[in-house]
Nanobody, 114 residues
Framework: QVQFEESGGGLVQPGGSLTLSCAAS???????PAWWRQAAGKERELVAR????????YYADSVKGRFIVAKDNAKDTFYLKMYRLTPEDTAVYYC????????WGQGTQVTVSS
């Protein structure tokens, strides 16, 4: 299974922005990983799922218009760009191939608080 590692989390004020990074243990080209998050005491939820070049990614209603998936081809690294963050975005964020049961990383904590 492909193993993933997330980074870039931290503490940010409401209304701020943050970019998370996702690296895979091997190339998953042409696929992109999906992004999930899990808030304390809640189930893991899917927030973004790319479908491929030229196709509109799926975004959860709670993040639509604020989160964007991206990729740096030179670095073979994937990103979740997050804007206008709110306290409700506080969670541990994960990336993984949609449908893969294993390969989960430790996640990266995002805390939105003043």
């Amino acid at each position: 299974q492909v193993q993933f590692e997330e980074s870039g989390g931290g503490l940010v004020q409401p209304g701020g922005s943050l970019t998370l990074s996702c690296a895979a243990s091997e190339s998953i080209d042409p696929h992109w990983p999906a992004w999930w998050r899990q808030a304390a005491g809640k189930e893991r939820e899917l927030v973004a799922r790319p479908f491929g070049v030229g196709m509109q990614p799926y975004y959860a209603d709670s993040v639509k218009g604020r989160f964007i998936v991206a990729k740096d081809n030179a670095k073979d690294t994937f990103y979740l760009k997050m804007y206008r963050l709110t306290p409700e975005d506080t969670a541990v964020y994960y990336c993984n191939i949609f449908g893969q049961t294993g390969g989960w990383g430790q996640g990266t904590q995002v805390t939105v608080s003043s």
